[in-house]
């Protein structure tokens, strides 16, 4: 149980165009799902906290306009990354939380590895 | 920000020897996560210890929770080959419900 997917596991993009990455949680509802960047050989960065039928909460310094989350059901938050730019390959994992299994504990995506040429 | 400083920042080591991880804070946690990473791949939950003092096992894996509730660490006893991977410790802060801070990461080889 409490399995986290993301699509698609890598993408490639142009310079200047958005590209949208899935969160979804598989066999429970997660109101709150958190989006995190990690860049090779460093740690995971907390980006957003997205909550189910609200605007996402951005940590400082992550541009709002530029990585556009939505949570429009209890098993889905979307990432998109507009007008992407070279700085913003990395590889972009979610999680998210079980209230009724464990609330403290997170699970985590696979992942998505962005690169923009 | 509250910051989670790990040590080492590697870990090389030979199959049979005990390791131990380090997490440090001068902050306070509700509580502490730790996690294996394998490249190109999501964190893997390993476990979580809310309770100051407490202290939790899993098979040759032990975990501890420091008194105030500002440390932890991870120790492994006889590592195997198959413990090779980045492990993450990650701890909530007090008054940011679900919002974890990861410290830098210890990557750790064992090899036969």
């Known amino acids: 149980g409490a399995v986290v997917s993301q699509h698609p596991s890598w993408v490639i993009c142009k310079s200047g165009t958005s590209v949208k990455i899935e969160c979804r949680s598989l066999?429970?509802?997660?109101?709150?799902m958190f989006w995190y960047r990690q860049f090779p050989k460093q740690s995971l960065m907390l980006m957003a906290t997205s909550n189910e039928g609200s605007k996402a909460t951005y940590e400082q310094g992550v541009e709002k306009d530029k990585f556009l989350i939505n949570h429009a059901s209890l098993t889905l938050s979307t990432l998109t990354v507009t007008s992407a730019h070279p700085e913003d390959s990395s590889f972009y994992i979610c999680?998210?939380?079980?209230?009724?299994?464990?609330?403290?504990?997170?699970?985590f995506g696979p992942g998505t590895r962005l690169t923009v040429t | 920000t509250q910051l989670l400083e790990q040590s080492p920042q590697f870990l090389s080591i030979q199959e049979g020897e005990n390791l131990t991880v380090y997490c440090n804070s001068s902050s306070v946690f509700s509580s502490l996560q730790w996690y294996r990473q394998e490249p190109g791949e999501g964190p893997v939950l390993l476990v979580t210890v809310v309770t100051g003092g407490e202290v939790k096992k899993l098979k040759r894996l032990t975990f501890q929770f420091g008194d105030a509730r500002k440390d932890s660490s991870l120790h492994i006893t006889a590592a195997q080959p198959g413990d090779t991977g980045l492990y993450l410790c990650?701890?909530?802060?007090?008054?940011?419900?679900?919002?974890?801070?990861f410290g830098a990461g210890t990557q750790v080889v064992v090899t036969p």
């Open positions: 066999d429970f509802q997660a109101t709150t």
């Open positions: 999680s998210a939380r079980d209230p009724y299994r464990a609330a403290i504990e997170q699970y």
């Open positions: 990650a701890g909530e802060s007090t008054d940011s419900w679900g919002k974890l801070q």
